[in-house]
């Protein structure tokens, strides 16, 4: 069983930083994948930022330069350190995490920017 458990959504006004956390049930090095995506209202949900085993990270180039994927393998968690929010930020964040050709996904946690 594979269990994702998002933490550290809220409300926080423009300009702001967040942090998100994703603690997986099992080692985070069997992922092959790791990342975040995040869903609007009324819109489709969208990849925010990846760690790729092997190959590096990606971003969504509407928050590059702002937002950081990392992770703590001996707590089995991965960050998202976002910075310099705008209102667009909006949204739920889902971690996700692929585990032996399957996508799993966290429950989300809401993240809401005033402006």
């Known amino acids: 069983q594979v269990q994702l458990v998002e933490s550290g959504g809220g409300v926080v006004q423009a300009g702001g930083s967040l942090r998100l956390s994703c603690a997986a049930s099992r080692s985070i090095f069997s992922f092959n994948v790791m990342g975040w995506y995040r869903q609007a209202p009324g819109k489709q949900r969208e990849s925010v930022a990846q760690?790729?085993?092997?190959?590096?990270?990606n971003y969504a180039s509407s928050v590059k330069g702002r937002f950081t994927i990392s992770m703590d393998n001996a707590m089995n968690t991965v960050y998202l350190q976002m910075k310099s929010l705008k209102p667009e930020d909006t949204a739920v964040y889902y971690c996700?995490?692929?585990?032996?050709?399957?996508?799993?996904w966290g429950q989300g946690t809401q993240v809401t920017v005033s402006s």
């Open positions: 996700s995490g692929v585990y032996v050709g399957k996508n799993y």
């Open positions: 760690i790729i085993s092997g190959a590096g990270t």
